[in-house]
């Protein structure tokens, strides 16, 4: 009886070992891409939805509103 249980918390420490396991930075992610390339699009799509918007042009105005 003890080998048995012996046995079976040995299997469930196994099992949890490779469960904590991560994925490597090469292998695939998301889309098809890797994920250190997935990481580096999540940072740069991050530093774009944190600029400021661009003032608005000439072209964003209506046709029939004066120039200042």
């Known amino acids: 009886m003890a080998t048995r249980i012996w046995h079976t918390a040995l299997l469930t420490a196994a099992f949890m070992a490779a469960a904590?396991?991560?994925r490597?930075?090469?292998e695939p992610g998301?889309?098809?891409v890797t994920?250190?390339?997935a990481k580096?699009?999540?940072q740069?799509?991050?530093m774009l939805?944190?600029?400021?918007?661009p003032p608005p042009s000439d072209a964003d105005?209506?046709?029939?509103e004066p120039p200042r």
């Open 20 to 22: 904590g396991c991560s």
């Open 24 to 26: 490597t930075d090469n």
């Open 30 to 32: 998301p889309g098809g």
């Open 35 to 37: 994920v250190s390339e």
């Open 40 to 42: 580096a699009l999540d």
């Open 44 to 46: 740069a799509a991050e």
């Open 49 to 53: 939805e944190s600029r400021d918007a």
């Open 61 to 64: 105005k209506p046709a029939g």
